[in-house]
């Protein structure tokens, strides 16, 4: 049973580009968070997705966005790239019917760096 | 969402008992307290979740006070894989898995050999 799966490890860009960032999550699980790791902090919560919907977001611009597609994977994008972009990437998956907290499970990111 | 102090850093031996503390002076009726562990170049893991006094499994023991403005993340006999960042979270158990999570800035331990 394969767990939370990010892809690309690491990633490479160069202010004001693009990124696309990919995560499936784990087997049964159909939410999906994104969370942003600057180094030396914690993880900061940028948006969850359920049902192909966006349903939080944290107090990240509209440079941020997101999709879920119907297998509950989901994509992160990122526009007009900044230097302070660099972090590392986390998606984290979870079954919306469960109430457990042990039930979030963190991929293991991807690292963007903007150069 | 309550927030949560817990010192930046911790320095321990291997064989040792290593306890953290985290406050959480304004936490409400609903919350839970749960830990993160994290490795570098990974993402969080879930140790233990409590809501008040003691919660033990086979990683580690939370003692809970009965004011709940605090917890104590306790590891037994830690080794050296037991290096890593520890974070308290604080929130509302209902719904949990679809909950965002809040992350502070969680405390570096260092288990030395």
């Known amino acids: 049973d394969a767990g939370v799966t990010q892809s690309p490890t690491h990633l490479i860009k160069t202010r004001g580009q693009q990124v696309t960032l990919r995560c499936s999550p784990k087997s049964g699980h159909d939410t999906v968070s994104w969370y942003q790791q600057a180094l030396g902090q914690g993880p900061q919560f940028i948006f969850q997705y359920y049902e192909e919907e966006e349903r939080q977001r944290g107090n990240f611009p509209d440079r941020f966005s997101g999709h879920q597609f119907p297998n509950y994977s989901s994509e992160l994008n990122v526009n007009a790239l900044l230097l302070g972009d660099s972090a590392l990437y986390l998606c984290a998956s979870s079954l919306a019917a469960s109430q457990l907290a042990d039930t979030q499970y963190f991929g293991p990111g991807t690292r963007l760096t903007v150069l | 969402l309550a927030k949560t102090t817990q010192p930046i850093s911790m320095d321990s031996y291997e064989g040792q008992e290593v306890n953290i503390t985290c406050s959480h002076n304004?936490?409400?009726?609903?919350?839970?307290i749960t830990w993160y562990q994290q490795f570098p170049s990974q993402g969080p893991r879930f140790i233990i979740q409590g809501y008040k006094t003691k919660v033990t499994n086979e990683v580690a023991s939370l003692f809970i006070p009965a004011d709940r403005k605090s917890s104590t993340l306790s590891l037994p006999r830690v080794s050296l894989s037991d290096t890593a960042v520890y974070y308290c979270?604080?929130?509302?158990?209902?719904?949990?898995?679809?909950?965002?999570?809040?992350f502070g800035g969680g405390t570096r331990v260092l288990v030395k050999p």
């Open positions: 304004n936490i409400a009726t609903n919350d839970y």
């Open positions: 979270l604080v929130g509302d158990r209902v719904k949990a898995a679809g909950n965002k999570l809040t």
